[in-house]
T-cell receptor
Framework: AQRVTQPEKLLSVFKGAPVELKCNYSYSGSPELFWYVQYSRQRLQLLLRHISRESIKGFTADLNKGETSFHLKKPFAQEEDSAMYYC???????????FGKGMKLTVNP | DVKVTQSSRYLVKRTGEKVFLECVQDMDHENMFWYRQDPGLGLRLIYFSYDVKMKEKGDIPEGYSVSREKKERFSLILESASTNQTSMYLCASATGGYGYTFGSGTRLTVV
């Protein structure tokens, strides 16, 4: 079975501090990992996916198959990064995703 | 711009009513999904469809059904609404492994 764990529900940091949002997954096949973000009163949107290896809004995430992790990182957090973040897992040729329970990031001025 | 449109932003229904939530996408995506989003529980898959008239149960299908008569439209049906179905309902579509495009959600309250 596919499972995604986001171990922390809340993270509060000051502007300019580094952030790391943790995501661990369980899957026997070849995983496809995504991070989604939901800003206040906006729809969920794709932030990045591991296969594209791109940096969006200063965020990066590296798939570590040995540790079964896909942590989201940003070296200097901004107030506009305050949002809910969800890690999601797919694979096996299906478009279906399993989501973690989400984490609320608050960046204080 | 890619679009997934959910017909209602807010709905209030009475217990026992039959409720229809509509979702339309204009991207010609094969795959469409219905999730419910609850605080502390994240997103849980109710049903999904990978083609017209095709559907599969997700993790929490009880009390729900779906319909996909046309590629662009995926409807979620609550056969007899109950208070524990009060939630935010999210529709999404996807193709090609690029991830989901979500609608803006329908906040359903069952009283």
């Amino acid at each position: 079975a596919q499972r995604v764990t986001q171990p922390e529900k809340l993270l509060s940091v000051f502007k300019g501090a580094p952030v790391e949002l943790k995501c661990n997954y369980s899957y026997s096949g070849s995983p496809e990992l995504f991070w989604y973000v939901q800003y206040s009163r906006q729809r969920l949107q794709l932030l990045l996916r591991h296969i594209s290896r791109e940096s969006i809004k200063g965020f990066t995430a590296d798939l570590n198959k040995g540790e079964t992790s896909f942590h989201l990182k940003k070296p200097f957090a901004q107030e506009e990064d305050s949002a809910m973040y969800y890690c999601a897992l797919g694979g096996g040729g299906s478009e279906k995703l399993v989501f973690g329970k989400g984490m609320k990031l608050t960046v204080n001025p | 711009d890619v679009k997934v449109t959910q017909s209602s932003r807010y709905l209030v229904k009475r217990t026992g009513e039959k409720v229809f939530l509509e979702c339309v996408q204009d991207m010609d995506h094969e795959n469409m999904f219905w999730y419910r989003q609850d605080p502390g529980l994240g997103l849980r898959l109710i049903y999904f469809s990978y083609d017209v008239k095709m559907k599969e149960k997700g993790d929490i299908p009880e009390g729900y059904s779906v319909s996909r008569e046309k590629k662009e439209r995926f409807s979620l049906i609550l056969e007899s609404a109950s208070t524990n179905q009060t939630s935010m309902y999210l529709c999404a579509s996807a193709t090609g492994g690029y991830g989901y495009t979500f609608g803006s959600g329908t906040r359903l309250t069952v009283v």
